[in-house]
């Protein structure tokens, strides 16, 4: 696969997340959402009653006309894209399958049960070949964007993406996946290693495709003891971050900012802020003072509104998020976003009232210190 680079692309126009995740300073707070392109949106929803989940995310024309729609609907006010895809597309790069069920979510039809399924998976993943649409979307996104924003890619952490191999789909327990730990500790490391290269081919593909950020979603962290997420969790993070630097490095491509978002991992902030990720995301759960506290600077951090703060009246919006600005800071280390994803139901307008309340408030706080 060629290399691409910034030569290739448009030149970039609004650099604000790149530098925050840098630790360099701010004019304001950079902002984006997760899952900012999505059901919330009735642009989106006229694409998707027209075409199935996946194959949205398997036609890069698709998926970068969904990438764009949030760009396009809040010009000014979002400082990042993230590439319409889904973290489940790793798996399906393994050979299973995955099926997303309206209303319910994703549905695995033949989950992992025993070590012994695991010869069931393909012995060797090309990642160029079995994921080349995700690519091919990044390079045809970050050219339409024409440099307005930067633009993400991402990939699921492999806890993650191993509970939902196992459970085969969403679980509230996570019983069955959390069982391997205990029953079959050997192939639990022998999937989430498995799990772990392809991720860092996968990351590595999307930055020579075009993508300026990398985010790793390890979203069912909090399901685990601290104890648990040392061993089967923290040490996969940590080499997936090493590797893909070392790797872009070794091949001469440009070296991108690591996002890493545990939700639920406060126990490991520390951990976190010394994995090897230039940003650290947090639910809404913590409080940014205490994050501060534990990440002392090491990293920037990313967050963490409650997404239903979004179904507030705007000056409700407005006043929680001076106070969670005045808490992390304006002036760099500091990126905002949600503590989690957008829902299905909430309003646009509810987020433009964020956005704008984020923009406003860090502008004039920036201005009068």
Same mark, same amino acid.
């Given at each position: 696969? @060629?290399?691409?680079?910034?030569a290739d692309f ?18 304001r ?26 194959? $949205? ?6 998926? @970068? ?22 973290i ?25 049960? @025993? ?26 996104t ?20 191993? &509970? ?7 679980? /509230? +327990? ?29 990351? $590595?593909?999307?930055?020579? =495709? ?51 978002? =545990? /939700?639920?991992a ?5 951990e976190?802020?010394?994995?090897g ?16 506290? /534990? ?25 929680? +998020? ?23 139901t ?10 704008? &309340? ?12």
């Amino acid at each position: 696969m @060629t290399i691409l680079t910034d030569a290739d692309f448009p030149p970039l126009k609004n650099d604000l997340i790149l530098r925050a995740a840098r630790g360099e300073p701010t004019e304001r707070v950079p902002i984006w959402v997760m899952r900012q392109a999505g059901r919330y949106l009735p642009e989106y929803m006229e694409v998707s009653r027209k075409h199935p989940f996946f194959e $949205v995310c398997r036609t890069p024309e698709l998926a @970068t006309k969904v990438t764009l729609q949030p760009i396009d609907r809040y010009p000014g006010l979002l400082d990042a894209s993230i590439i319409f895809s889904d973290i489940l597309v790793v798996p399906q790069a393994l050979g299973m399958e995955v099926q997303m069920l309206p209303g319910k979510g994703p549905h695995f039809p033949s989950p992992l049960n @025993t070590p012994a399924d695991l010869e069931l998976l393909e012995k060797e993943v090309d990642v160029y070949k079995s994921l080349g649409y995700v690519y091919d979307a990044i390079t045809m996104t970050r050219k339409a964007l024409d440099g307005r924003v930067p633009l993400f890619g991402f990939s699921g952490a492999p806890w993650t993406l191993m &509970a939902y191999m196992i459970e085969g789909g969403g679980s /509230k +327990t996570y019983a069955k996946a959390k069982t391997w730990f205990y029953q079959y500790p050997e192939a639990t490391h022998q999937l989430l290693q498995r799990l772990t290269d392809v991720i860092v081919d996968y990351l $590595v593909g999307q930055v020579k =495709a075009g993508a300026q950020m990398l985010q790793l979603f390890e979203s069912w962290a909090g399901e685990l003891t601290p104890d648990d997420f040392k061993t089967f969790s923290l040490p996969y993070l940590s080499q997936i971050a090493r590797r893909v630097k070392t790797e872009l490095e070794s091949i001469g491509a440009n070296t991108v900012p690591m996002f890493v978002f =545990a /939700k639920g991992a406060h126990f490991a902030l520390e951990e976190l802020s010394e994995s090897g990720y230039d940003v650290v995301s947090l639910d809404w759960t913590i409080d940014p003072l205490v994050a501060k506290a /534990k990440t002392q600077g090491r990293v920037t951090l990313q967050g963490n509104l409650d997404p239903c703060m979004l179904f507030a009246p705007e000056e409700s919006i407005r006043q929680v +998020t001076r106070t969670m600005l005045e808490k992390f800071g304006t002036k760099g280390r500091y990126i905002a976003n949600l503590g989690h994803g957008m829902l299905p139901t909430h309003t646009p307008e509810g987020l433009k009232a964020y956005l704008q &309340a984020v923009k406003d408030i860090s502008l004039e706080m920036n201005q009068t210190e």
